[in-house]
Nanobody
Framework: QVQLVESGGGLVQPGGSLRLSCSASGIIFSIFTMGWYRQAPGKQRELVADISSRGNRNYADSVKGRFTISRDNAKNTVSLQMNSLEPDDTAVYYC?????????WGQGTRVTVSS
């Protein structure tokens, strides 16, 4: 049974930082592309960042220079370090695992950026 469990969300002031983590089980973690998506109220889910099995990173333009994705294949975890957070970053953040047509999702963790 595949499980992707996110943690690290919460309330933060504009300009602050948060680190999201996703722990995976039930998959051969090292061969999956791992990613973070987000969905803001009234908007479609969008890719924030992903990292391939080879460590190649891809970021949405809106987060480049502020967010960093990393993975630890020994621990089956993927993390998203989010700095200089803005109110527009407010959303539910979802962990994603993808291999070809197969995709798995976590339940999401809420991030609220507000003063």
């Amino acid at each position: 049974q595949v499980q992707l469990v996110e943690s690290g969300g919460g309330l933060v002031q504009p300009g602050g930082s948060l680190r999201l983590s996703c722990s995976a089980s039930g998959i051969i973690f090292s061969i999956f592309t791992m990613g973070w998506y987000r969905q803001a109220p009234g908007k479609q889910r969008e890719l924030v960042a992903d990292i391939s099995s080879r460590g190649n990173r891809n970021y949405a333009d809106s987060v480049k220079g502020r967010f960093t994705i990393s993975r630890d294949n020994a621990k089956n975890t993927v993390s998203l370090q989010m700095n200089s957070l803005e109110p527009d970053d407010t959303a539910v953040y979802y962990c994603n695992a993808q291999l070809g047509p197969r995709t798995e999702w976590g339940q999401g963790t809420r991030v609220t950026v507000s003063s």
